[in-house]
């Protein structure tokens, strides 16, 4: 087991192995959860995980139905779910029955939503396969939809009964997805955990070749720092959870004011968390050489760190719909140190406005 996530509600294991798709059947029974389950997935993954994981629960006598989603970002929407409840409802699905989210963050955050609001509230188990769900999303129960003015607008806290994490089918992940994926580790490591950002830079190739022992030990890692942090501070109350925002301010942004089909979720993070390190530096909270070193590192990973040509009126309205926004004005997540984030109520408009500018060139 990676880490245990302790919540208002009780606990839920976080587990990283290999194979965990081909042992569903054993685990949802350890969780107590029988049949029927309803499994969320995406058209990419339906044939390579969602029939394995219906396979596996129908070995236990578990019955599996799947309902497939287009993949990408712009399927977070009320819509979806939408059509999500009216297939529930027409296969009669009832409060104890579980959904399964077999897929990335968007079958997370989607899926998870759905649980949260069907008949006031399912059970519900993440089966992340991206890396970004693995590292960061299926843990911590924020399960969102979009709303064109802006990303995760509708949502809620609803925490799952166990995270399921399959490291093998990472191996089917594409170049990029897998790079957007790291960006949200990276994070865990700029805000949290000094050491993990030199394990980055000591082992950029092998992460980004998903080595299977340094790959398995530092998703652990980053679900154990994400897992430790949401147990701290479940509803994002006390200035703790909020620094898993670092890069978000500007990164929703650019997304949803490129109708989220520009940039994935982790590319637009590591944009935003370059203006937010330059934002920082100017304001004396740290020196050039963090926001250089964290410029590299990003690099390496083939993360973008500049967006030409998105519209900064845009940028603007969705940075001032951001949740984060307090009496009108924005919090920012911003690092002291590495390892260390802080968050600043104080950040001059002017310049937020010169640091977009600059990074939209
Ligand atoms: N709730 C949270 O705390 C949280 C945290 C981070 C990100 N998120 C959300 O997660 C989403 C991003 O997640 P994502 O990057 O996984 O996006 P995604 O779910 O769109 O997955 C990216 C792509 O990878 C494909 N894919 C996933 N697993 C695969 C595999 N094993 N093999 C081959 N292809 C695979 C998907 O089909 C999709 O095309 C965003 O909506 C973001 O806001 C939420
Ligand atoms: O779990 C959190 O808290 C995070 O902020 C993690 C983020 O990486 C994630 O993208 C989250 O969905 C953003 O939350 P939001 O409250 O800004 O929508
Ligand atoms: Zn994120």
């Known amino acids: 087991?990676?880490?245990?996530?302790?919540?208002?509600?009780?606990?839920?294991?976080?587990?990283?192995?290999?194979?965990?798709?081909?042992?569903?059947?054993?685990?949802?029974?350890?969780?107590?959860?029988?049949?029927?389950v309803y499994i969320i997935t995406d058209e990419n993954l339906m044939n390579r995980y969602g029939r394995r994981a219906q396979r596996a629960l129908q070995?236990?006598?578990?019955?599996?139905?799947?309902?497939?989603?287009?993949?990408?970002?712009?399927?977070?929407?009320?819509?979806?779910?939408?059509?999500?409840?009216?297939?529930?409802?027409?296969?009669?699905?009832?409060?104890?029955?579980?959904?399964?989210?077999?897929?990335?963050?968007?079958?997370?955050?989607?899926?998870g939503y759905v649980a949260a609001t069907f008949l006031r509230g399912v059970p519900f188990v993440q089966v992340p396969t991206s890396m970004a769900a693995m590292v960061d999303a299926s843990i911590g129960g924020k399960v969102a939809v979009n709303l064109p003015q802006g990303k995760n607008l509708v949502?809620?806290?609803?925490?799952?009964?166990?995270?399921?994490a399959d490291v093998e089918a990472l191996s089917t992940l594409g170049k990029r997805e897998l790079s957007e994926g790291w960006a949200e580790a990276i994070k865990h490591g700029f805000i949290m955990d000094a050491n993990l950002v030199d394990?980055?830079?000591?082992?950029?190739?092998?992460?980004?070749n998903v080595e299977p022992e340094i790959s398995t030990e530092i998703i652990r890692r980053s679900m154990a720092i994400k897992a430790e942090v949401v147990s701290q501070d479940e509803r994002e109350t006390l200035d703790?959870?909020?620094?898993?925002?670092?890069?978000?301010?500007?990164?929703?942004?650019?997304?949803?004011?490129?109708?989220?089909?520009?940039f994935?979720?982790?590319?637009?993070?590591?944009?935003?968390?370059?203006?937010?390190?330059r934002m920082a530096c100017e304001m004396g909270?740290?020196?050039?050489?963090?926001?250089?070193?964290?410029?590299?590192?990003?690099r390496r990973f083939n993360l973008p760190t500049t967006a030409q040509g998105v519209d900064v009126e845009d940028i603007r309205r969705a940075m001032s719909l951001d949740k984060k926004v307090s009496g009108g004005a924005n919090r920012?997540?911003?690092?002291?140190?590495?390892?260390?984030?802080?968050?600043?109520?104080?950040?001059?408009?002017?310049?937020?406005?010169?640091t977009v500018r600059e990074i939209v060139g």
């Open 59 to 111: 070995k236990r006598g578990i019955a599996a139905h799947c309902f497939i989603i287009p993949a990408g970002e712009p399927s977070k929407t009320n819509s979806l779910a939408q059509a999500i409840y009216e297939w529930l409802v027409g296969l009669r699905a009832e409060r104890g029955h579980a959904i399964l989210a077999v897929g990335g963050g968007v079958v997370g955050d989607l899926a």
């Open 199 to 208: 394990v980055f830079e000591e082992h950029a190739e092998a992460l980004m």
């Open 240 to 262: 703790i959870r909020i620094l898993l925002n670092y890069g978000h301010t500007i990164g929703h942004a650019l997304e949803s004011s490129t109708e989220y089909g520009r």
């Open 1 to 36: 087991m990676a880490a245990t996530v302790y919540h208002s509600g009780g606990s839920y294991p976080v587990v990283a192995g290999w194979g965990i798709i081909d042992q569903l059947g054993d685990r949802l029974e350890e969780l107590g959860i029988g049949s029927p």
């Open 332 to 354: 920012w997540v911003m690092l002291d140190r590495v390892g260390h984030a802080t968050v600043r109520r104080d950040v001059p408009v002017e310049l937020v406005d010169r």
């Open 285 to 298: 909270l740290h020196g050039q050489e963090i926001v250089d070193r964290q410029y590299e590192l990003l």
């Open 155 to 164: 949502g809620a806290f609803y925490q799952p009964k166990a995270v399921l």
């Open 264 to 277: 994935m979720h982790g590319e637009g993070v590591s944009i935003g968390m370059m203006g937010a390190a």
